[in-house]
């Protein structure tokens, strides 16, 4: 059954899938790949680069959270890209990276707009 259906109780299979996501989001490194993928595919390579991180480090990670379903590949002659699974996954990353924003002095940079008045506000004191 949907959670999004139900009006009771989470199923415990649910509730399981639901640990095992946030386990596969609690490693920084996972949290970099799956920002970097959140609107765009990668191959290791780019990845490794971007992140910081020997290739094969990240490509353990990215079996990891291919193994959880949070992303998916495409195979493109002897190389392979890496994308989020789906909108769902990049917006629990992009919610979770938000959210972290608002623990920290100032306006968050996803307040922000490019007119002055979030400076303004950002002098009044903190932003929640």
Not at 30 to 43: A, F, T
Not at 54 to 61: E, K
Not at 92 to 105: F, G, K, P, Q
């Amino acid at each position: 059954m949907d959670a999004d259906t139900q009006h009771g109780r989470l199923p415990d299979e649910q509730v399981e899938l639901a640990v095992e996501i946030f386990r596969m989001l609690a490693d920084g490194t996972r949290i970099r790949l799956l920002w970097e993928l959140r609107d765009v595919e990668r191959s290791v390579n780019e990845l490794a680069e971007v992140v910081g991180k020997p290739a094969p480090a990240v490509s353990q990670h990215l079996a990891k959270l291919r193994m959880a379903r949070m992303v998916r590949t495409r195979r493109d002659g002897n190389q392979v890209f890496y994308r989020v699974e789906n909108d769902h996954v990049a917006s629990l990353v992009r919610d979770a990276i938000h959210n972290a924003e608002h623990a920290s002095d100032g306006v968050p940079s996803h307040h922000r707009s490019a007119d002055s008045t979030i400076t303004r506000i950002a002098g009044r004191g903190r932003s929640r």
